[in-house]
Nanobody, 126 residues
């Protein structure tokens, strides 16, 4: 059984920073593409960022490029999302997700992911 637990969400001011963390247990973490997605009430779940098995390849949505950084530590089974220069439109529930699929086509589509966490709320005050 694979479990993902997000943490680090909270309330921040516009322009501030926040770091989200995802702890993964079970499965083989080093063979999962890991991704962060976000969802606002009444909206679809949107891709934010993802990282390959080794951490060498990353993908970002256009809206967060240059502001967010995804990384992973395969020795601790964790994936991080460093969020800088936060904007009110970044407000959402953020989800950590994992997939056993592999390939460049996998990263940005929520339908390709097999496991997900409970989410952590990020609120950016304007």
């Amino acid at each position: 059984q694979v479990q993902l637990v997000e943490s680090g969400g909270g309330l921040v001011q516009t322009g501030g920073s926040l770091r989200l963390s995802c702890a993964v247990s079970g499965g083989t973490f080093s063979n999962y593409i890991m991704g962060w997605f976000r969802q606002t009430t009444g909206q679809e779940r949107d891709f934010v960022a993802s990282v390959s098995w080794s951490g060498s390849v990353t993908y970002y949505s256009d809206s967060v490029k240059g502001r967010f950084t995804i990384s992973r530590d395969n020795t601790q089974n964790t994936v991080l999302l460093q969020m800088n220069s936060l904007k009110p439109e970044d407000t959402a529930n953020y989800y950590c997700e994992a997939t056993e699929k592999n390939g460049p086509f996998v990263h940005t589509s929520a339908g390709n992911y097999d496991y997900w966490g409970q989410g952590t709320q990020v609120t950016v005050a304007s």
